[in-house]
């Protein structure tokens, strides 16, 4: 079994917290790591009859950073998430209304708490 990296592991606590975030807000998880080789979608969800794509950001803060989790969000990511959005749709045959969100997580190590921030229909 591979060991997680540090990375991976910020990953998925980011992804939990999201999780819990969404669950609060009355979002519905569908699926989680939706995962093809040209991409992988974090948490898809529904709400009020719309399908939910979200991406994940998460980053461990130590002070005052300057660096923001949502500045990963490429041009690169942005088309890799296209086409796996694509791929979901087909594969589970779905003709409904979606859109792309995004949540960032920040951990803040030394007071263990998280900052949860959304941001909603982001245009591919």
């Known amino acids: 079994m591979l060991k997680k990296t540090e990375k991976r592991k910020i990953g998925d606590l980011g992804e939990n917290i999201a999780c ?8 519905e998880i569908i699926e989680r790591n939706y995962s093809r080789k040209w991409g992988e979608i974090d948490i898809i969800a529904r709400k009020s009859g719309v399908i939910r794509f ?3 950001k998460s980053m461990v803060t130590r002070g005052t950073e300057t660096y923001r989790p949502e500045d990963n969000m490429h041009l690169w990511k942005l088309k890799r998430l296209a086409r796996a959005i694509q791929t979901y749709l087909l ?33 591919i």
């Open 20 to 27: 819990s975030f969404l669950e609060k807000r009355s979002f």
């Open 91 to 123: 594969d589970r045959k779905l003709d409904c209304d979606w859109q792309l969100d995004l949540i960032t997580v920040r951990l803040d190590e030394i007071n263990r708490k998280a900052r949860v921030e959304m941001m909603e229909n982001i245009v």
């Open 54 to 56: 979200i991406e994940v």
